[in-house]
């Protein structure tokens, strides 16, 4: 039987390593993809030949490092044109905000931006940046123009840089990169899954101009949906108007109201799995005007009545299209185990993911979050982490459950 590491027998993979601090893991990232089988031709930027030897890469690969545009011995043997499209999956890294500029602007003056421009293969990036480069605003247009071009990205990782300053911009841990190696040549473990994510608030009209609605930003919803993504499945992601845009690569259907989100998520049956992380309004106005309400001059306020929502997580759980897996969120304010627990049962869901969004934790519209997971087998509580990791993380845990026999 292949085990885990010849998963990659037979594919060829063309890695460039860019100009950074982070290409000394990309040594180790070839050693781990010969130990799966894959036959790796490296390309060596200008700038990642100042990080790293040709040497210690074409020792490494066991084959010749490509380095330079016009080498008349490469043109006669295998030029760029052929050179970027004899691989199953080009992957950049580390990719530095220099290479995915010129990557994403369509530009060729290296051998390595000629690659990316020539290539019909798909491309897999490993981001590496100092902190306040990755969050530059043209940073950031470049990733989302890298996105729309198809370009699939692993990492990068918050912590502690080379330079010394805290954030995001560490490249991916080369056992990171290769899962997302293997789940782009593979298909991912949840390749043939479908996954219906719900995300971010509802709006309850109160009038035609005014609604009810609650602080969600949709940050974790679209963070879980793009790890599922990532991992093969094909998420229909149902959205409420989320301040966080809703991810590339997954069917989006855009909502407002809870019973809307409701139809949407029935649509959208038969799923795998269902991981209901919206935020839905329980009540919705049912003298809801027609037309904007007025001041009529009296100083008395409008009376609003209301009617409680439909709980979609109940109705999911308990349909008869279930998913195998029904996964709800719980955002509490104290007792968030006893409370969660309790809703588990309550809404006949398989795990709830819980987490205490009192306005101190900042968790609620903030990039980190606490949860703890609530099985059937008790409750386990995660260490603080950012909405991306904990995404990686359920998504990971997901996968596992949808591919083990029996109830999860
Ligand atoms: O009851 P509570 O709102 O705390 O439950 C939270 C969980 O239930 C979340 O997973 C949320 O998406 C889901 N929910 C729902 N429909 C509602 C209310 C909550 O699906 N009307």
């Not at 997580?313 to 299209?321: D, F, I, K, N, P």
């Amino acid at each position: 039987m292949e085990g885990p590491w010849e998963m990659l027998t037979g594919k060829r993979v063309l890695l460039i390593i860019g100009g950074g601090i982070a290409a000394y893991k990309s040594l180790l990232l070839i050693r781990l993809l010969r130990a799966s089988g894959a036959q790796v031709t490296p390309v060596l930027t200008r700038a990642g030949a100042e990080f790293v030897t040709p040497l210690s890469v074409s020792a490494l690969a066991g084959q010749k490092v490509h380095q330079a545009l016009f080498d008349l011995t490469d043109e006669a043997e295998m030029g760029h044109i052929e050179l970027s499209r004899s691989a199953d999956l080009i992957v950049v890294a580390p990719a530095t905000a220099d290479l995915m500029a010129k990557a994403a602007g369509g530009r060729a003056d290296d051998l390595a931006s000629t690659l990316l421009l020539a290539t019909d293969t798909k491309v897999l990036m490993a981001p590496a940046m100092n902190v306040r480069m990755w969050l530059h605003p043209a940073t950031q247009r470049t990733l989302a123009q890298l996105a729309a071009d198809g370009v699939l990205r692993v990492g990068p990782n918050e912590g502690e840089m080379a330079c010394g300053e805290f954030g995001p911009g560490r490249m991916a841990e080369p056992e990171e990169i290769l899962l997302a190696i293997q789940a782009a040549l593979t298909g991912g473990p949840l390749h043939g899954r479908h996954v219906i994510v719900t995300s971010g608030p509802t709006q309850e009209p109160i009038d035609p101009v005014r609604y009810i609605a609650n602080r969600s930003s949709g940050a974790q919803g679209t963070a879980l949906a793009a790890a599922l993504r990532d991992l093969g499945a094909a998420v229909t992601f149902v959205t409420g108007p989320a301040v966080v845009p809703a991810p590339a690569g997954v069917t989006v259907v855009r909502v407002e109201t809870a019973q809307q989100m409701q139809a949407a998520v029935r649509a959208a049956l038969p799923a795998d799995a269902a991981i209901m992380a919206a935020a839905v309004a329980d009540w919705r106005v049912v003298n809801a005007g027609a037309q904007k309400l007025k001041k009529d001059g009296s100083g008395k306020a409008p009376a609003l009545e209301f009617a409680e929502n439909p709980d979609i997580l109940a109705s999911v759980s308990s349909g008869t299209q279930r998913p195998k897996l029904v996964v709800g969120f719980a955002a509490e304010t104290e007792n968030v185990v006893t409370h969660a627990m309790a809703k588990r049962l309550r809404k006949g869901c398989d795990w709830i993911v819980a987490n205490d969004v009192s306005p101190a934790t900042g968790i609620m519209g903030g990039t980190e979050n606490a949860v703890v997971l609530i099985t059937a087998s008790g409750a386990e509580s995660w260490p603080r982490m950012s909405k991306q990791d904990v995404a990686t993380r359920l998504a990971e845990r997901i996968s596992d459950a949808l591919a083990a026999e029996g109830q999860p």
